[in-house]
């Protein structure tokens, strides 16, 4: 499924977010959507355009236009690559000529849908195959692709709006691309799009409209294909950080680590933590650092439910050791690049801080500059510290 033409005035909005090292393979630029008629395809064929007219050498491997007049009045003027034809039970179907656009060796190619199904008797069963065929020739590709399409959200999207995507393509796709571009659209002016009959003919819309384009479904499909843009993102800064050895890596997102250990007040930190993260629709660790010396068998059942709540409230759980309990936890929220630490406040009383040492949030404190520290206070121990 390709995007939609926008209609004049109405340009689609495009977020370019990843640009990863360059390899000796063709890049590979994504226009990313989260459902038909966003403006994948426009877009695309616009910068084609724009490159068209800088000089660049480009041609149309396969572009569908779905009979949509402003995008074939787009795609006017570009070379094309002419399709394959194969023989299937009688009928003629066209797909792209993969050896053809190779042996032309554009510098780029442009490829629509990327998780299309090739018709029997192709080189390839899967469209996204034949494009990384093209990368591998060393050949530019800018292609399209709608959220839904994604492997790892394929069980997901069936629960959002009751449709089974049956042609997907392994995340690892998007994963490898070297640009990834958000086409995005709000829900209700998509829905504005469908009904002017932009994005399918006037006898479709009704069907469309009480069922894949309800607004609930648009709405939760949008979110997926921000939450998966912000996870390229992520790991593209994570490359960077590692590449350039940055030792004070920036957030991108909100990170909660929660420290806990077998007491009254772990159950409060873990839902703590567990609202801040929701709050701010970040990730929650829950980390608990096994010390020389400490007794598990007595607190084994206790943390064991410990580990069973974090999960069940969407978080990783982490179990490290150490001897240093306060160095193992500043490691994991530098390395996790936490924004938040969570720990119980401390038992110790002043005297024993200065005859021991700091508490372990003290020194996390002291440590953390870049990092805020929650101090969860311990209801059952109100009144019987000193200190």
């Known amino acids: ?14 977020e370019p977010f990843a640009l990863k090292t360059l390899r000796n393979r063709g890049r590979h630029k994504i226009f990313l959507g989260y459902a038909p008629g966003v403006g994948k395809t426009f877009t695309m064929l616009a910068e084609a355009q ?8 480009l041609v149309v491997g396969f572009v569908e236009t779905h009979g949509r007049e402003a995008t074939a009045e787009l795609a006017e003027g570009l070379p094309v690559v002419p399709r394959k034809e194969i023989d299937y039970r009688g ?8 050896a053809a656009v190779i042996a032309r060796k554009p510098e780029w190619a442009l490829v629509d849908e990327l998780a299309h199904t090739n018709v029997p008797g192709s080189v390839h069963e899967k469209r996204w195959q034949s494009v990384d065929e093209i990368l591998a020739a060393g050949i530019n590709v800018i292609s399209t692709v709608n959220v839904q399409h994604f492997e790892s959200l394929n069980d997901t999207v069936f629960e959002i709006t009751t449709v089974r995507v049956r042609e997907t393509l392994p995340d690892s796709v998007l994963d490898r691309a070297d640009e990834v571009v958000l086409v995005d659209l709000t829900a209700d002016a998509l829905i504005n799009r469908l009904n002017r009959g932009v994005v399918y003919d006037l006898d479709k819309i009704p069907g469309a409209l009480s069922n894949f384009f309800r607004k609930g479904n ?50 409060k ?9 929701k709050r701010m629709q970040g990730k929650l660790f829950v980390v608990h650092v096994h010390t020389p010396g400490e007794t598990l068998g007595r607190h084994h059942d206790e943390l064991a439910e410990l580990f069973e709540l974090a999960r069940n409230l969407g978080g990783t759980v982490v179990e490290l050791s150490g001897d240093s309990e306060a160095d193992v936890i500043l490691n994991f929220a530098r390395e996790h690049r936490a924004t938040f630490v969570v720990l119980g406040q401390s038992r110790r009383s002043r005297m024993e801080e200065i005859l021991r040492g700091s508490s372990l949030i003290a020194r996390i404190m002291r440590e953390t500059e870049e990092i805020d520290v929650l101090a969860v206070a311990d209801p059952s121990k109100a009144g019987k510290e000193a200190g």
């Open 91 to 98: 009928k003629i179907f066209e797909e792209m000529d993969t």
């Open 269 to 277: 930190l873990v839902r703590r933590g567990y609202r801040m993260a």
């Open 218 to 267: 648009l709405v939760a499909l949008r979110e997926l294909a921000l939450r998966k843009t912000a996870e390229e993102v992520d790991e593209t800064l994570q490359d960077y950080i590692d590449e350039h050895e940055i030792e004070t890596p920036w957030a991108t997102e909100d990170r909660v680590v929660v420290c806990i250990k077998a007491g009254s007040v772990a159950k």
């Open 50 to 57: 724009r490159r068209l007219q800088r000089g660049e050498d």
């Open 1 to 14: 499924m390709s995007g939609a033409d926008p209609p004049t005035g109405e340009a689609p909005q495009a």
